[in-house]
């Protein structure tokens, strides 16, 4: 049972990435994903969650408009898709997995219980 995610790169500012997470062991037909990102010398951060039965999304204020999760359940996978990127959005990125309890999904990373190993993503020129 894990998550596993993939698709960090290099990229210049403006640029676009799309990130994703692979669930396996378990389907993600009914759970929450979480995106959260650390930066160097920085606290773990949300970026994204989405309830996979339909509930709306959430994004942090700074990524809203520039980032879009999304589910494609026959891939069991959860993708992140980053546009218009800043040098900020460098962090290495982690998707978690969280039961689905007929609630939105939560942006506090305690609620998380199934972590992946995270991707790096650099927005440098």
């Known amino acids: 049972v894990q998550v596993l995610e993939s698709g960090g790169d290099l990229v210049q500012p403006g640029g676009s990435l799309r990130l994703s997470c692979v669930a396996s062991?378990?389907?993600?037909?009914?759970?929450?994903i979480g995106w959260f990102r650390r930066a160097p010398g920085k606290e773990r951060e949300a970026v994204s969650c989405?309830?996979?039965?339909?509930?709306?999304?959430r994004y942090r204020d700074s990524v809203r408009g520039r980032f879009t999760i999304s589910v494609d359940k026959p891939k069991n996978t959860v993708f992140l898709q980053m546009n218009s990127l800043k040098p900020e959005d460098t962090a290495v990125y982690h998707c978690?997995?969280?039961?689905?309890?007929?609630?939105?999904?939560?942006?506090?990373?305690?609620?998380?219980?199934?972590w992946g190993q995270g991707t790096q993503v650099t927005v440098s020129s």
């Open positions: 978690a997995y969280a039961p689905a309890d007929g609630l939105l999904c939560d942006l506090d990373p305690r609620e998380y219980d199934l």
């Open positions: 062991g378990f389907s993600l037909n009914v759970a929450k």
């Open positions: 989405i309830e996979t039965r339909n509930f709306p999304a």
